[in-house]
C-alpha cells in the first residue's frame, strides 16, 4: 500500500502527463459519437425475435409510416376537404416523403359490368355536396377506410405518410429530417390555421426521444455540475476545493464519450443517465481526499506527509466503494437489453476512470497548494455537521431498540408495497404523460386504429392463400380478435377479398364474406391486380405461400399484452390447421424485452450481491460481509416499495435501479465498517470505536450522500418519464441508505462487538 501511495507522489507529473496523453486520445473520437434510439438499442440484431422481424420487414417490404390527424365536426364538408387536400399537398412536398395517402386518393373499389374499377374516393377537381355525400355513404363499413383514414364517428380525417423503411433505402437522417419538418408543419398548421395535428408511428415517437435525449443531455448535466459546484463551494469554503474535484469526473465523461466513439457504441435514451451518475458518484473519492487531508495538513510538517497519511487512511475503502459501484454498473451487463448492458459496462468503465484519476489529480492540487496548512479553526458549517453526528452518535448509543424497531416497521411496510409493481416498456412511456407525444398516441388510439402493432404471419404451400378455405379460416382468426376491446384493427387478405367480393355484387352486406371457390378466389385477386390495385403485395407474397394479418392495438400493460399473446395464439392454434405460424411486428419485440426484463434483471441482482459479497467477505470476514449487507437491503425494499406505492413502472431505466443502488449505498458501509476496525487497533472500545470512527467519516459521507441525492434527484426534471423515474428512486434509495449507515450500522458493529479484539 505504501509503495503505491509513494509511486503517485513521487510520480505525479509523469502521471499527469499521461492522462494527459490518454483524455486526448479519447477527445479525438468525441466527434463519432451517434445517438441512436431505434429498436437495436434495446434488443440484439442476434436476438430470436429481433431476426423474424426483420425477416418480416424484408419479407413484405414494409416502408415506415407516420400517421397525421385532425378532428372535425364535418370532415365531408367542402371546406374539411379543401383543408385535406390543401394538408395532403403539403405533405407530399417534404423531403424523403415518397407517398401520402388520405380520403383524397385512397382507392375504393367499385364493380362495373366487366369487372372493377379502383379510383380515388374523391375528385377534388370536380367537388360538389353529391360526390361527398356519395363518398361518405360509400366508405361506412368499409374497414380499407375506417379507422384508416377515417374514424369509426367520421370526425377525425387522416393521412398516412410514407418514407423508405430499412429495407427500401430509408436512411436514420432522413427520418430525422422528415420529423423536424413535420413538428414545424404542425407548429404553422396551430399559428396560421388553428389546427391542431396528432403525428404518431414508430419514427415519431423514435425521433421524439432522441429530442429527449438531446435534451436532456444538455440540461441535466450542467445543472447537475452546478449544484455539486455548489456543495463543494459550501462545505470547504475554497476554490481549489470546489473546482479540481471537478476535473477528474469531468475527464472520466470525456473518456467515456471517447471510448463509445471508438468502438462505435451509440448513446441511448438509457444512457443519458451516465454523464450526471458519472459526476456524483466520480466526486466521492476526491471528497474523501480532501476531508481527510483537511484534518490532517495543520498537523503534519509538510503536505507531502499529510497526504500520505490521508491517502493511506483514504485509498483501500475508497477502491473498494468505486470497484463496488463498478460491479452494481458492471452487474447489467447480462440484461438482454442492448441499452442496458452497454450503459452497465461504461458506466463501470466511468466510475473507475473516476476514481484512478482523483488519486492523481486532488493529490497533486492539494500539495501543490499547499492547503489547509494554516487552518486552525474548525469553520462553523463543520462545528455544526460534528454536532449532528454527535446527536446520532448519541441516539445510536441510548435508543438502540426503538432505532431497530422504527427501520423493521419502515421495512416491513415498504415490502408490503412491492407486489404491486407492474411491468410497463412500452417506446411510448419513455415521454411523461403530459408530452405531445403522449397526447398524440392518446388521440390516435381513442380516434383511430393506433399506432402499436402485431403481425401474425403465416405460411403453407405455394397458392395456399388463394385457397378460400384457408381464406375462411384467416377470416375466423380477424373476426375473433376482433372481439377483444384492446384490438383497434385487423387487416389481411381475406378482408381485402371480401371488399372485392361486395363490390362485384351490387355493394350489398351479405356478400361481404369470403367466397366458396379457389376460382372466384383468383379471379377476384386478378382483376384487383390487372386494375391497378397495389395493396396486395402488402397481405401476400409473390407466390400466395406466406401471408400477413396486421393486428393493430391500443397500448397495453404488459400484462395485458401477455394475455393477448396467450389469446392470439390460442386463437391461431384452433384456426390455422396446418399452416405454420409466428407472432411478430414492433409490439412482439417490446413484449420480448420486457419479459426478459425482469428475469435478467434478477441475474443482475444476484451476480452484483454475489460479488459484493465475497469481496467483503475478503475485506470484514465472513461475519462482517455478512452485517455490511444487512443496512443496505433496507434501501432496496424502500425504493421498490415506493415504485408500487406511487405506481412507477419497472422498465428499462427503473429496472437497472436495484443493481446499480447496491454498488452505490455499501459504499458508505464500506468506510464505517473499515473506519471502526482502523480504530479498534487503537481503542479497547467497541463503542468508542465507532464513535470515533462516525465522527472522523461522517461529515465526508453526508456530503457525498448529498451530491448523490441532489445528482440523482436532477434527473427527475428530465422530459424522459423513464429517466425521471430512475432519478427519484435512485435519489430516495441513497437518502434511506445514508439514514441506515448512520443508525443501523453503528447499532450493529457495537451489538456484534466486530473487530473487537481483549
Known sequence: MKSIINFILKRRKILLLIILFLTVGFSLKLGKVEMREDEETFISPSDSVMIKYREFQKKFETDEGVIVAFESPNIFSDSEINYLSSLHRKLEQL???????????????????????????????????????NAKTAIVGDPMFEGVYISQDHKVASLIVTVPGMFNGGTDSLNKALYSNLETLVKEEKT???????????????????????????????????????????FYRKAITTIVPLFPVLLAIVWVLGLKGWTGIPMTPISVTLFPLIMVIGLANSIHIISHYRKIRPLAENSIDAMKETLFRVIKPSFMA???????????????VTGISQMGIFAAFGVMAAYFLSLVIIPSALVASNIFSKEKQVEKHSRTMDWVLQKINGLNHNHQWKIALAFLVVFVAMALYIPRIKVEGSMASFAKEKTKLRSDIRFLDEKLSG????????????????????????????????????????????NLVKIINKSLNEDKQEFFKVPDTEQEVAQYLFLYEISGGDELSSFVD??????????????????????????????????????????????????????????????????????????MFVMFGWKGGLLSILPNIFPIVFFLGLMGIVGIDLNMATSIIASVTIGIVVDDTIHIFYGQREEMKLLNSPSQAITNALTKIGAAMCVTSLLLVLG????????????????????????TALLADLFISPILLEKTKLFFRK
Open 712 to 735: 440523482f434527484g436532477i434527473l427527475s426534471i428530465s422530459a424522459s418519464k423513464f429517466i425521471a423515474d430512475f432519478g427519484l428512486l435512485s435519489a430516495s434509495a441513497i437518502a
Open 451 to 494: 399506432i402499436n402493432s402485431y403481425e401474425l404471419i403465416l405460411s403453407g404451400e405455394e397458392n395456399v392463400f388463394k385457397d378460400p378455405e384457408t381464406l375462411k379460416k384467416i377470416d375466423g382468426i380477424e373476426n375473433e380478435l376482433g372481439q377483444n376491446p384492446d384490438v383497434l384493427k385487423v387487416f389481411g387478405v381475406s
Open 192 to 234: 396560421i390555421n388553428n389546427r391542431e395535428l396528432h403525428i404518431g408511428g414508430d419514427l415519431v415517437t423514435d425521433a421524439s426521444i432522441e429530442q429527449l435525449m438531446d435534451r436532456d443531455l444538455s440540461v441535466l448535466f450542467p445543472i447537475s455540475l452546478l449544484f455539486s459546484a455548489i456543495v463543494l463551494l459550501i
Open 542 to 615: 409473390e407466390t400466395y405461400s406466406n401471408a400477413r394479418i396486421t393486428i393493430r392495438t391500443k397500448h397495453m400493460s404488459n400484462e395485458k399484452q401477455k394475455a393477448f399473446l396467450e389469446d392470439l395464439k390460442e386463437i391461431t392454434a384452433s384456426q390455422v390447421g396446418e399452416l405454420k405460424s409466428e407472432i411478430s411486428g414492433f409490439g412482439m419485440l417490446m413484449n420480448h424485452i420486457n419479459n426478459n426484463l425482469i428475469e435478467t434483471q434478477i441475474e443482475s441482482i444476484i451476480m452484483a450481491l454475489g460479488i459484493i459479497l465475497a469481496l
Open 95 to 133: 423531403p424523403g416523403v415518397t407517398e401520402v395517402t388520405s380520403l383524397i386518393n385512397a382507392d375504393k373499389i367499385t364493380g362495373v359490368a366487366d369487372g372493377i374499377e379502383i379510383n380515388s374516393l374523391i375528385d377534388t377537381v370536380k367537388l360538389n355536396q353529391e360526390l361527398l355525400l
Open 322 to 336: 468505486a470497484f463496488t459501484t463498478a460491479i452494481g454498473f458492471g452487474s447489467l451487463v447480462v440484461s438482454s
